[in-house]
């Protein structure tokens, strides 16, 4: 079984600036996926970036992009240029291909002020 | 509409009634996720289903709570003698299946139990 551990409940970024929202992992499996997804309050879980373990190249989608440091089992997401749109809770999760079940973390509350 | 669809949005019962939540995949999709998300909580794993079948349904809380997927699309959960610890959004997602790390969620219902 995996943990995702995500250590910061809330943050705030002003817009336009930049914003770091961390997370860690644990898992024993060698093949796996990291995610991370964003949840406004309409609830509708959005994928919003996806890390494959066995790449060593960080993945990018636009303003969006990850820090993934395997030996360490982290897995940050850096948002660029923040939007109020932004605004919403996110949500790191892995996937074990053996199993094909998802874990998260408990979320991070992401604030935009304008 | 290509999306995951979940009915009802919101259900108020009371403590002890049986509730029935429906999920309706992707069409296409094998694999069918359901998961509890608590107030401020990462959703929680309940079950999984590859075609018909509960592949991993080690996530339910206790034999209150039952999922079925007879025709291997709709996917319904059955939640027995309702208690207020039950209160929570229930989330469903679907993917492709074993080996796709992708999944689609539904906008969730919201459970009460008063």
């Known amino acids: 079984a995996q943990t995702v551990t995500q250590s910061q409940p809330e943050m705030s970024v002003q817009e336009a600036e930049t914003v770091t929202l961390s997370c860690t992992y644990d898992?024993?499996?060698?093949?796996?996926?990291l995610f991370w997804y964003k949840q406004p309050p309409s609830r509708q879980m959005i994928l919003v970036i996806r890390q494959e373990a066995y790449k060593q190249q960080n993945a990018t989608e636009n303003r969006f992009s990850v820090n993934f440091q395997k030996a360490a089992k982290s897995f940050s997401l850096k948002i660029s240029d923040s939007q109020l749109g932004d605004a919403a809770m996110y949500f790191c999760?892995?996937?074990?291909?053996?199993?094909?079940?998802?874990?998260f973390g408990s979320g991070t509350k992401l604030n935009v002020k304008p | 509409g290509a999306g995951v669809s979940q009915t009802p949005s919101n259900k108020v019962t009371e403590k002890g009634k049986y509730v029935e939540l429906r999920c309706d995949p992707i069409?296409?999709?094998?694999?069918l996720y359901w998961y509890r998300q608590s107030l401020g909580q990462g959703p929680e794993f309940l079950i999984y289903f590859q075609g018909t079948g509960a592949a991993d349904d080690s996530g339910l809380p206790n034999d209150r709570f039952f999922a079925v997927r007879p025709e291997g699309s709709v996917s319904t959960l059955k939640i027995q003698r309702t208690e207020r610890g039950d209160s929570a959004v229930y989330l469903c997602?679907?993917?492709?299946?074993?080996?796709?790390?992708?999944?689609?969620f539904g906008p969730g219902t919201r459970l009460t139990v008063l």
């Open positions: 069409s296409g999709h094998t694999a």
């Open positions: 999760a892995s996937h074990e291909y053996n199993f094909n079940k998802f874990y």
């Open positions: 997602a679907s993917s492709l299946g074993y080996g796709s790390n992708e999944q689609f």
């Open positions: 898992t024993s499996e060698s093949d796996y996926y």
